[in-house]
C-alpha cells in the first residue's frame, strides 16, 4: 500500500498514547522521526476513553495526538477499538460475554470476550465506527483504518442462546426445510432426526462422538458470524471515508475462521507475526503464513505487528538476537510485505502486556533494540522501489478450510490426546488417527518447495488455479461440487496435480464417496483405494521405488498413514514394502491429457520429499536455486526490476554462489559477482545490472 504518490515501505507500530502522560507524547514523536517511523497505530483498544458511557463520546485526547502526527508527517493507521469493549457496556448488556463450549459464560477483564453475535455488541462497533469515522473524515493523518484487532483470537467458539438462535436461523436460509437438512446432515444415525428448527442446539459437548455434519455447519456459521462483524464496521466507514483503505489485522492460527470470506472486501491483507526466536524451524513458520497472507489477494500485504524482541506468552520467551529483527522483517518484505511494523512503539509499564518488548524497551531510546530500530528505519529507504512489486510463484498449494475443520477437530482441546480418556471426553468427533494433522500436512508439502528455494501460493480451494504449473493439496479430505472439473481441466492442459491419503472421503455435507477413495478424483488420478491402515505412534513402512525411476534412493521410510490401493491408469513409481498390503502402489502418476497426477499413499520421509519435489520442479522447469543451509532466496519483481533477497538465517558467515551478472545490493551500494558474503543474519536484496 502506497499512502502518498512517492513509495515508501510503511515502518511504525501500534501505539498506545493513552497509556501515557501527555508529556511523553512530544519525546514519542522526536524518538519516532529519529527511528524514521512513517506510520502509526492507534486507538486500538481504547473504547473506554473513546466512549466513557453510552451517550457521551470523547474524543479530544485522540485529536490531539493525531494533530501531532500529521505535524510531524507521520500517518496514522486508525483501529476502531471494538476488540476491547469498555466494561460499562459489558455489564449493561449480559448477552456481550461469550459462553465456553462448557457452557460457562467467560468473565470480564480482558479483551476479546465479546460474543460474536451478541446484538448489543453488534449495535455499539456499528454506532462507534459511524462516530468515528464522522469525526475524523478528511483527517490529514488519517491513512488507513484497522478494524478490531485478531478476530476469533480468543473467543472463536461461542455457545450461547444468542448464537444457538443464529444457527437456528442461518440453517434456515441454508437448508430451507428440515427434511433436506436431516437427509443432508444424516440424522436418521442414532436418532438425531429433527422435527422443528428449535431442537437443534449450539453443538456442545455431548456423551461422544458427535454429528460431524452438524459441527462443521455451526464451524461455518461463527466463521460468517465474524465476517459479518468484520462487515458492520466496513460498510459504515467505507460509506463515510470511501477513499481511505480498510484492513483488519490476520492472526497467524488461520484455523479460526474462514480467512477467504475477506477476500473482496479487504483493501490491503494485514497480519501479525510472531515466529519463537527459541526455535531453528521459525523461517518456515513465518514463511508459509506471509505466503498465506501474500495470496489471499494476490498482491503485497502489510507485516502490522511483529516483536522487536521477545513476546510474553510462549513458555519462555527468549529476545531476538543482534541481528535477528532485521533478517526477519526483511523475510517478510521478500515474501510480499510493503511494510515493517510491530507491537508496540513504547513498551508498557501497566497491564497484562508489560513483559512484551517494545521498539522503545522499559531501559529507553539508549538500549540495543531501539538502536536496530532506529538503524533498519534508516535502511527501509533504501528499498523503496520493492513497494507494489510480486512474486511470481508457479506452484500453489491448496488449502480447504472444511477438511481442516473436519481433520483438525477444533471442538475440544483435548481431543488430539493419545490418551484414550482425554481423547473421548473432549472429542467432537471420532476419526482415524489423531496423528494426522491438515496443516501439519500443508505444511510439510510447503517446505518441501520451500526447502529448495521455490516459491510457493497457498490458495483457497476455490481459487482459480489454472495458471499455475504445479497444484498441490494435501489430504484434501472433502471435495466440493466443480472440484474435480478444475483438477481435470488443469491436468489435461498439461499442469502438474499432487494429492495424498486422506483425499477426496468425503463431499460438502460430509457424506462419505462410496465406492473407494480418492472419491470423485479416482479418474484423473487413476487409482482406487480400498482401504487405509493409519500407523501406530513411531510405526513406520517402507516406500520401495520401481527400478526405472531416476534422482531416487531405492527405499524410503514413511510414516502415520498406508492406503490399500490399486492402480486403474496410473503408474506405479513405488511399492509399499511391508506389512499385508507389502508390493501395493504407494506412490502413483497418472498421465492425463497432457498433464500428470501424483498420488501419496502416506506421508514420506523427509529425503523422499526433497528427491519428489525436485523431480517435479524439474520436469516442468522450475528453477530451484542451491543455497547454503541456512540461506533463504526469494525474488520480487516489477515490470522494470528483480529484487533477490538473499536472507541468511544462519549464526554464521556463509558464502553464497550467485547466478551469472553483475549485481548491485540495494543495501550497500556494493557490486558482486561470482560469490557474496553474507554475515550471520546477514541479509542482501541483489538487483543485476546490465
Ligand atoms: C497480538 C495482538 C497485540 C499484542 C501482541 C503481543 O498480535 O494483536 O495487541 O497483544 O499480540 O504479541
Not at 491483507?269 to 513465518?286: F, G, I, L
Not at 540495543?368 to 527501509?380: K, S
Request: charge should be negative; hydrophobic fraction near 35%; glycine fraction near 8%.
Amino acid at each position: 500500500m502506497t499512502t502518498d504518490t512517492e513509495p515508501k515501505v510503511i515502518f511504525g507500530g501500534d501505539y498506545f498514547p493513552e497509556q501515557w502522560p501527555e508529556e511523553i507524547w512530544k519525546e514519542d514523536i522526536r524518538l519516532m522521526k529519529q527511528a524514521n517511523v512513517n506510520m502509526v497505530s492507534i486507538g486500538i483498544f481504547a473504547w473506554a476513553l473513546l466512549q466513557p458511557d453510552e451517550d457521551t463520546f470523547t474524543f479530544g485526547w485522540l485529536d490531539k495526538i493525531m494533530d501531532m502526527l500529521a505535524d510531524n508527517d507521520i500517518d496514522v493507521c486508525l483501529g476502531t477499538s471494538t476488540a476491547a469493549q469498555p466494561t460499562w457496556l459489558t455489564q449493561k448488556y449480559d448477552d456481550i460475554l461469550f459462553v465456553r463450549e462448557s457452557g460457562e459464560q467467560v468473565a470480564c477483564g480482558s479483551r476479546q470476550t465479546y460474543c460474536v453475535n451478541s446484538p448489543a455488541y453488534k449495535k455499539a462497533i456499528g454506532r462507534l465506527a459511524k462516530e468515528m469515522a464522522l469525526h475524523y473524515k478528511g483527517h490529514k493523518a488519517l491513512k488507513l483504518w484497522h478494524i478490531n484487532n485478531e478476530y476469533a483470537n480468543k473467543n472463536s467458539m461461542c455457545f450461547c442462546k444468542n448464537c444457538e438462535k443464529g444457527f437456528q436461523k442461518w440453517l434456515k436460509k441454508k437448508y430451507k426445510t428440515l427434511d433436506n437438512l436431516n437427509r443432508c446432515w444424516g440424522t436418521v444415525f442414532w436418532s438425531e432426526k429433527y422435527f422443528d428448527w428449535e431442537q437443534i442446539n449450539a453443538p456442545r459437548a455431548s456423551a461422544g462422538g458427535r454429528n460431524a455434519t452438524k459441527l462443521l455447519d455451526y464451524k461455518r456459521f461463527l466463521s460468517e458470524s465474524f465476517f459479518g462483524l468484520y462487515m458492520e464496521e466496513c460498510r459504515v466507514i467505507r460509506q463515510i471515508t470511501p477513499d481511505i483503505p480498510v484492513t483488519t489485522n490476520f492472526e497467524g492460527d488461520w484455523s479460526k475462521f474462514d480467512h477467504w470470506l475477506f477476500k473482496d472486501d479487504l483493501d490491503v491483507v494485514s497480519w501479525n507475526c510472531y515466529p519463537n526466536p527459541n526455535d531453528c524451524s521459525s523461517r518456515k513458520w513465518a514463511a508459509l503464513r506471509h505466503s498465506m497472507m501474500r495470496s489471499l489477494l494476490g498482491k503485497p500485504f502489510m507485516l502490522m505487528e511483529q516483536a522487536p524482541s521477545q513476546v510474553d506468552w510462549y513458555p519462555i520467551n527468549i529476545s531476538k538476537r543482534p541481528g535477528m529483527m532485521r533478517l526477519w522483517s526483511y523475510q517478510a518484505i521478500a515474501h510480499g510485505s510493503d511494510s515493517v511494523m510491530f507491537f508496540q512503539w513504547r513498551a508498557s509499564k501497566k497491564g497484562a502486556e508489560k513483559y512484551h518488548s517494545g521498539m522503545v524497551p522499559h531501559y529507553g531510546a539508549e538500549s540495543r533494540v531501539f538502536g536496530e530500530i532506529c538503524a533498519l528505519g534508516d535502511e527501509l529507504k533504501k528499498v523503496k522501489d520493492i513497494v507494489g512489486s510480486t512474486i511470481n510463484a508457479e506452484v500453489a498449494i491448496l488449502i480447504d478450510d472444511d477438511s481442516w475443520w473436519t481433520i483438525d477437530n477444533p471442538y475440544g482441546s483435548g481431543s488430539k490426546s493419545l490418551d484414550n480418556e482425554v481423547f473421548w471426553a473432549a472429542n467432537g468427533q471420532p476419526f482415524p488417527s489423531v496423528l494426522v494433522s491438515y496443516f501439519g500436512e500443508l505444511e510439510y508439502y510447503f517446505n518441501a518447495f520451500y526447502n529448495l528455494n521455490v516459491p510457493v501460493d497457498v490458495i483457497g480451494v476455490n481459487y482459480d488455479f489454472s495458471k499455475y504449473k504445479v497444484v498441490v493439496a494435501p489430504i484434501l479430505h472433502m471435495i466440493k461440487p466443480g472440484f474435480k472439473e478444475s483438477v481435470k481441466e488443469f491436468v489435461g492442459n498439461g499442469g502438474t496435480f499432487i494429492t495424498t491419503y486422506l483425499t477426496g472421503f468425503i463431499d460438502e455435507n460430509v457424506g462419505v464417496f462410496p465406492g473407494g477413495y480418492p472419491g470423485p478424483l479416482k479418474d484423473v488420478l487413476g487409482i482406487e483405494v480400498e482401504e487405509y491402515d493409519p500407523l501406530p505412534l513411531g510405526g513406520k513402512n517402507v516406500i520401495k521405488i520401481a527400478a526405472e525411476l531416476d534422482g531416487f534412493r531405492k527405499e524410503y521410510g514413511c510414516s502415520v498413514w498406508c492406503d490399500v490401493a490399486h492402480t486403474t491408469t496410473a503408474k506405479t513409481l513405488a511399492v509399499f514394502g511391508k506389512d499385508y498390503y507389502s508390493g501395493s502402489p504407494c506412490f502413483t502418476e497418472n498421465q492425463f491429457g497432457s498433464g500428470r497426477a501424483y498420488y501419496l499413499a502416506t506421508r514420506p520421509d523427509e529425503g523422499f520429499m526433497r528427491d519428489f519435489a525436485g523431480k517435479v520442479l524439474a520436469d516442468k522447469d522450475i528453477k530451484a536455486p542451491q543455497l547454503p543451509e541456512g540461506v533463504e532466496l526469494v525474488t520480487r519483481s516489477n515490470s522494470r526490476k528483480s529484487f533477490d533477497f538473499y536472507l541468511n538465517h544462519d549464526n554464521a558467515e556463509t558464502e553464497v554462489k550467485l547466478p551469472e551478472g553483475r549485481y548491485e545490493d540495494l543495501l550497500t551500494g556494493s557490486f558482486f559477482e561470482g560469490t557474496i558474503k553474507l554475515d550471520k543474519y546477514g541479509v542482501a536484496i541483489l538487483v543485476k545490472k546490465k
